[in-house]
């Protein structure tokens, strides 16, 4: 269990944290979003303790970080966003580096770093400098040192920043299975990158706290709820669309032709009647796929009301 009691950051005048309060259960995949500014990467920082708290309490696992730093630190793995340093070093010498700080030795030592490197697929790149290695594979470089350890909770900061998307699904699967056996908190301004994979969320606005909710809620309450987004070569008949029982408007995506996004009212179920609209005229559609909500709608909203 992580608690967390009315922690708060300052930084001369400004309040980087304020004053927050939650708790996080052991093995609960927890996302942290909200938009650049908000205060996610101080908090993480608070919570590897990396920097200190101007007042309140983290507590890891019945251990206080203020008053037990060490013992503390050794049960968390930390994914800074900032690039990792020793830029010169390889890849091996660096994880094999950061294993002897952990405190592993010997058959430990090659078993745990082998480990790590199979599971961010860096065989590859293990004789490189880490400062010569593409963005993407840095970040997988600094996720196997901070899970090198078997932490008890893993602290990650924009953990697919750089990475192409099938990196990005790799990674996602590989957090999902870390956090069978650990608790894992991920930072990220690209919420539904991390929707299928949280099981809850916090979203965060100016170091405040606005919302802690399981995603599936929050989801629920997003604009695009029961939304039905079409993809097709030609041009769609949108009226026909907007028609249609429980239709509260249509969206085109600017940036994707022949892409729509037929939006619900509150509480109605408009799958059934779009895709029978689309049988009837034969459309040729490329792809027709159901909404379940979009988490950076929710904090777009959110976050403005909070500025208000």
């Known amino acids: 269990m992580i608690e967390i009691t009315n922690l708060t950051k300052k930084t001369g005048q400004t309040i980087a944290i304020d004053n ?16 650049e500014g908000a205060g996610k990467s101080t908090l993480l920082k608070l919570l590897s303790g990396a920097i200190k708290a101007t007042s309140g309490t983290i507590k890891i696992h ?3 970080i ?23 070093m390889t890849v091996k010498n660096f994880l094999g580096f950061i294993a002897e700080v952990r405190g592993l030795r010997g058959l430990q030592k090659r078993k745990m770093v082998d480990r790590a490197i199979t599971r961010l697929e860096l065989w590859r790149v293990l004789d490189s400098p880490i400062a010569t290695l593409p963005a993407g594979h840095q970040r997988k470089v600094a996720l196997a040192q901070a899970i090198l350890h078997d932490p008890r909770l893993l602290l990650l900061d924009e953990p697919t920043a750089g990475l192409d998307p099938l990196q990005k699904q790799k990674v996602g699967t590989l ?3 870390l956090a069978e056996d650990m608790t894992v908190i991920v930072a990220s301004r690209n919420p539904e990158e991390f929707s299928c994979i949280c099981q809850r ?8 706290l606005l919302a802690d909710a399981p995603v599936s809620e929050l989801q629920r309450s997003s604009h695009y709820y029961q939304a039905i987004t079409l993809a097709a070569d030609a041009p769609l008949d949108l009226l026909a669309l907007a028609v249609l029982p429980g239709v509260a408007g249509i969206e085109e995506d600017r940036h994707t032709a022949g892409s729509v996004t037929v939006l619900a009212m509150p509480g109605q179920i408009i799958y059934p009647h779009v895709n029978a609209l689309v049988a009837n005229r034969r459309w040729k559609i490329n792809t027709l796929s159901l909404e379940p909500g979009r988490l950076s709608d929710v904090i777009h909203h959110l976050s403005q009301e909070a500025l208000n």
């Open 175 to 177: 957090i999902q299975s």
């Open 62 to 64: 019945d251990t206080n």
């Open 201 to 208: 969320a916090l979203v965060m606005a100016e170091g405040r």
């Open 20 to 35: 927050l309060t939650f708790s996080v259960p052991s093995r609960e995949c927890l996302g942290l979003f909200g938009h």
């Open 66 to 88: 203020s008053t037990h730093p060490i013992r503390a630190k050794k049960i968390i793995g930390y994914q800074p966003e900032a690039a990792l340093g020793h830029g010169n």
